[in-house]
């Protein structure tokens, strides 16, 4: 998420660059990355893609990979840049639901198919997994790992049998920039720019966009302005006088003091340097939960939630695809991954979506990342309290600092809350997002607490790339936690790999208003805090398209495992079928002779053998949201339902798997549920008549219906006209729709 708009422009580049979070101790380098895999497009990772690398990135792996693949634009940036979304599964698998009754117009019918109603496309009907990059433009090592995650998945089709598997039956929505200009104006122009480009007034003057920053000595790209300041918070290393050390608060010197801003002048004259540049919105704090009109702490939430192009397009694609269950959202940096949530404290979190995101997500991420995991995330057993958040943290995020505190804070831990009795120690590398130390509210309309707590995904953010634990390749440089010489490393490093156009020797400048002082460092498109290119960049990309596996391969996956049929009778007249019941003995005197009518039982089991349930905990019930659902389809002109109901809700299917750390709640009697379901206690779906009172083809104990578990039986009664096929949908949205032709004897 970065730090909010404010501080960057404040503390500048040096800031960005200097003042990460620090490492624990201990803490383990991560193996080296795994080569590239052979690939139709071939990409590389030794320097950044920006927008334009990536949509033509996206554009020829489309062209390359038509059976997989399919580009779309779900919005336009303020300066008409497609937001683009690479849909990556197999085309041919999934099945629509609307596909299976064609829809008829009420008042018309049998005359007229209802025509204005948009066809779900196949993609929609299988889980779906969302993973964007980009939202903040200045924070483009995720446009990379999107990159990276195509590249992995297109490659890996047909030649890895886990993942041909996992893109025949899920569907993954890759959108490596969600703000386009800012990702050009970052990459392409060497502008950081977190916001996007609406024409926002930043300074309250009646103009727009009239002081962003300056080349100043006119060499092409913004670098930065050093001069002597007795306020300034830097001094020049002893060690390297190339290299700016940032004080710590309240520290004094004896060595001269020094201000680093970027290029930049009073275009305005109104004796702020860089106050009203293109960035517009903070398209991160545009979303609508918790969204505020924030104009002071972090400033740029827009005038109204989703106000923003880019926030508009990613909210009207999740309403298009509910079949969203898996969010991930790249941000930098300081090398950590959130949970939800941003806005409020973990009681507002379901116990069970905290215990799959600490216990199984973030267990497998620190595991991954090579940090240690808490003790109380291994054992297995529910603990007495819900664990997750520690009721300390080390520091606050990057992003959530409240302005004027800026990323020095982050250097240091602060002092926190104690933890509650038995409460794990929080782990650097995984997070909650809230920060329940701060004194002033934050974090307003995020997309991560929009994806979990309104659309019902699990839904992560990371802030990728940690110098002290990422950084690979660079001659000299160990990984001891040394800032000074790490950034000497990557200055000899970026001679020869980027040839030396990463950092530029300090040279005599005469300010316009700060009179005497140097132009050089750190370019802004190497120097704010992305991951080096090339072999840091590419362990940050291979740990996290293997996070992403693991979490993708959680979802739910469901089955139909059975689907039979079998005719009790035929009749001429299916209105008045004769059985009776008498206690437990169920008599179904057949017809005299046969008739054009079958009456039909058909019973069918469906079973979810993903490990994941279909929807978060509270999912189901959230507004837009709907349970599982089973639906018996034959022609409805021919069939009649004499017990159950074409549909028959499931609420959640449970997933394969159990959650550690978890205590389902009881399983209700079939009593209960019956009460809960609206359903009859027949033991059918739905909540038909019996027919005549009597008909108890089975008793209710016998068929209890859970209201938790990964499986599930139905029976109906149906009277069937002629040789009308039948079938079974179990349909999800979140979990997908399958389809099972009931054989019938
Ligand atoms: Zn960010």
Redesign the pocket.
């Known amino acids: ?2 730090p909010s708009r404010r501080a960057l422009g404040r503390l500048g580049l040096v800031t960005a660059l200097g003042l990460l979070v620090s490492a624990s101790p201990g803490a383990v380098v991560q193996k080296a990355a795994a080569p590239v895999a052979a690939s139709r497009v071939a990409i590389t990772f030794t320097d950044y893609h920006g927008y334009t690398g990536a949509a033509d990135y996206l554009k020829r792996v489309a062209a390359a990979y038509p059976a997989i693949t399919e580009l779309i634009e779900i919005g336009r940036s303020n300066t008409n840049r497609p937001v683009f979304v690479l849909i990556v599964t197999n085309r041919k698998t999934g099945v629509a639901l609307d596909s299976l009754v064609p829809l008829r117009h009420v008042r018309l019918e049998g005359k007229e198919p209802v025509k204005n109603v948009t066809p779900m496309k196949p993609d929609q009907a299988k889980p779906g997994v969302w993973i964007d990059g980009g ?2 433009g200045n ?1 483009y090592t995720g446009t990379e790992v999107c990159l990276y995650i195509i590249d992995k998945l297109v490659s890996g089709y047909g030649a890895d049998a886990d993942l041909t598997r996992l893109i025949d039956s899920s569907t993954f929505y890759i959108c490596p920039a969600v703000n386009p200009d800012g990702v050009f104006n970052s990459v392409e122009k060497g502008i950081a720019q ?1 916001g996007n480009s609406m024409l926002e007034d930043n300074d309250g003057d009646g103009k727009v966009n009239e002081d962003g920053p300056d080349d100043l000595d006119g060499d092409g790209v913004l670098r930065q302005f050093r001069y002597r300041d007795p306020k300034g918070p830097f001094v020049i290393s002893e060690a390297d006088p190339r290299i700016m050390v940032r004080l710590a608060q309240n520290e004094t010197t004896g060595r001269p003091r020094y201000a680093v801003i970027t290029e930049d002048k009073d275009n305005d004259g109104d004796g702020r340097r860089g106050e009203d540049g293109e960035s517009g919105i903070d398209v ?1 704090r545009n979303f609508p939960e918790g969204w505020y009109r924030d104009t002071q702490e972090q400033g740029g939430t827009g005038a109204y939630p989703s106000s923003s192009p880019e926030s508009r397009a990613v909210l009207e694609f999740f309403t298009n695809h509910t079949n969203i269950l898996m969010v991930q959202s790249y ?2 940096s300081g090398g950590f991954t959130y949970r939800p949530l941003a806005r409020w404290p973990d009681s507002r979190l379901d116990a069970k979506d905290l215990a799959v995101y600490d216990r199984v997500m973030g267990k497998k991420y620190l595991e991954l990342i090579g940090e240690p995991v808490p003790a109380a995330w291994q054992d297995a057993k529910p603990p007495a309290a819900v664990p997750g958040r520690g009721g300390s943290e080390a520091g606050l995020a ?2 959530q600092q409240p302005q004027g505190r800026g990323r020095a804070a982050a250097a240091a831990p602060r002092a926190t809350a104690q933890p509650g009795p038995g409460a794990p120690a929080p782990p650097r590398g995984f997070r909650h997002a809230y920060n329940d130390t701060a004194s002033t509210p934050y974090g307003y309309g995020v997309f991560l607490d929009w994806a979990y707590a309104q659309f019902g995904a699990y839904a992560m ?1 990371t ?1 990728l790339w940690n110098w002290q634990k990422d950084t690979k390749g660079l001659a000299g440089y160990a990984g001891e936690d040394d800032r000074v010489k790490w950034e000497a490393a990557y200055i000899g490093w970026q001679e020869k790999a980027l040839g030396g156009r990463a950092f530029k020797a300090w040279t005599p400048f005469k300010h316009p208003e700060l009179g005497d002082g140097e132009i050089g460092g750190w370019t802004s498109r190497y120097g704010s805090g992305n991951a080096i290119p090339g072999e840091s960049l590419l362990g940050v990309c291979e740990v996290h398209w293997q996070f992403e596996r693991f979490k993708a391969s959680l979802l739910p996956r469901l089955d139909i495992t059975s689907a039979k049929g079998r005719v009790l009778y035929t009749t001429n007249d299916p209105g008045a079928p004769s059985a009776t019941a008498q206690g437990d003995t169920v008599t179904i005197a057949k017809g005299r002779k046969a008739g054009r009518y079958r009456i039909i039982e058909i019973t069918a089991a469906v079973a979810n053998t993903g490990p994941l349930a279909t929807h978060l905990g509270r999912g189901a019930s959230l507004r837009g949201n709907r349970g599982d659902v089973v639906w018996l389809i034959g022609d409805r002109d021919r069939i009649r339902f004499l017990q159950g109901t074409p549909w028959v809700r499931l609420g959640t299917l449970d997933g394969t798997m159990p959650i550690p750390g978890y205590q389902p709640r009881p399983q209700p009697s079939s009593m209960e549920i019956g009460a809960m379901t609206g359903r009859g206690r027949g033991g059918f779906g739905g909540g038909a008549a019996p027919i005549g009172g009597q008909l108890r083809l089975q008793r209710p104990e016998e068929t209890p219906m859970p209201a938790d578990g990964a499986t599930r039986e139905f029976t109906w009664l149906v009277a069937v006209e002629g040789d009308v096929p039948l079938k079974i949908a179990l349909s999800s949205q979140k979990g997908g729709t399958v389809v099972k032709d009931v054989a019938v004897n």
């Open positions: 998420m970065g939202t903040h924070e977190r991160n941000h930098t990057d992003d953010s802030e």
